[in-house]
């Protein structure tokens, strides 16, 4: 079932050289201001209604099951799918399952597959050091630039990272022709991130449901609602789905995931030797189902397995295991014993 895991980057990884600006404008003004609205406003509003609605009517049982379970099914898609599996390629699967967790990981509202994809490739390219897009510590001396590091890359680092506001409509006048985009040389945010994605771009079946996106997000807000609904018979059952699977959730599994860029990259241990300031945080991995991990990630981003002593508790690993006894996965990578103990900080 277990191979070797890579510890070293793809090779179509672009070079630590670069630079993540490019050609790219900024985002100013108005868009700025509606992709903040967007990406923190909306889910903050939502999280201020259900806190509303929790002081008024209370939670009944089922808007605790529809906040958990999806909790719970968003942030596998993110983490076993966009993470382990689109990004890393840490195992193989099957074709449905390929779909399933593009369609759960994109109803986190993250950004589509491909993007996530793209931000973290270059992430593990240039951690910590000039290119990263989301580095908490790169350039930052004493406490209280910490601090403010710290704060950006949980809340604020896509408004200076433009590509990724326009990222779906860069790929869709692309979809035709990957190998021009692939061999192209511009020099756009869009255009650098694309080139780290030569195997997904090169499928067509992928690229045109990762071009879904805008659906599978509104699925993940219709799910709860019409289980709410459909359950109690009325619209106020939809409307608690709605705000506890949909809004509240949708808060959560994002603060949680970023968290993994603030956090896990100022606060926790190092067991493992790394060129960045990556974490291992028992609290992180918890409620990332194993990516907290992240200095263990970090040493090997191909393994499939983030938990590599018996007590680092990885829910997801568990999960490829058991799918992998079923044969619905496999080429589960794992790094050897031998490998693990010599990366050990002495
Ligand atoms: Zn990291
Ligand atoms: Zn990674």
Known sequence: MVS?????????????????????????GAR???????????????????????????????????????????????????????SHRTFETTRPLRAGLLVLGSMAGQGSALLWSGVHRWHHAHTDVPGDLHSPTLGRQGAWQRVRGFFWSQFLWYLDAPAIARFGRFLDAHRASPETLLASAEDSQESRLARTLPDLLRDAWLVRLNQRYGLWVLLGFALPAAVGGLATGTWDGALGGLVWGGFVRFFLVQQVTFAINSVTHTVGTRPLETRDDSRNNAVMAVLTLGAGWHNNHHAFPGSAFTGLRWWQVDPLGLLLRLLARLGWVWDVRAPSP????ARLRR
């Open 4 to 28: 070797p895991a890579l510890s070293e980057t793809p090779s179509a990884l672009p070079s630590p050289e670069a630079r993540p600006g490019g050609a790219t404008p900024p985002l100013r």
């Open 32 to 86: 700025r201001a509606l992709v903040l609205f967007v990406l923190q406003g909306l889910p903050l509003l939502g999280l201020g209604h259900g806190l509303w609605r929790l002081h008024h009517t209370g939670i009944s049982g089922l808007e605790v099951g529809l906040l958990v379970g999806m909790y719970l099914l968003t942030m596998t898609g993110v983490e076993l799918g966009f993470h382990r599996y689109f």
């Open 338 to 341: 031998e490998a693990i103990a």
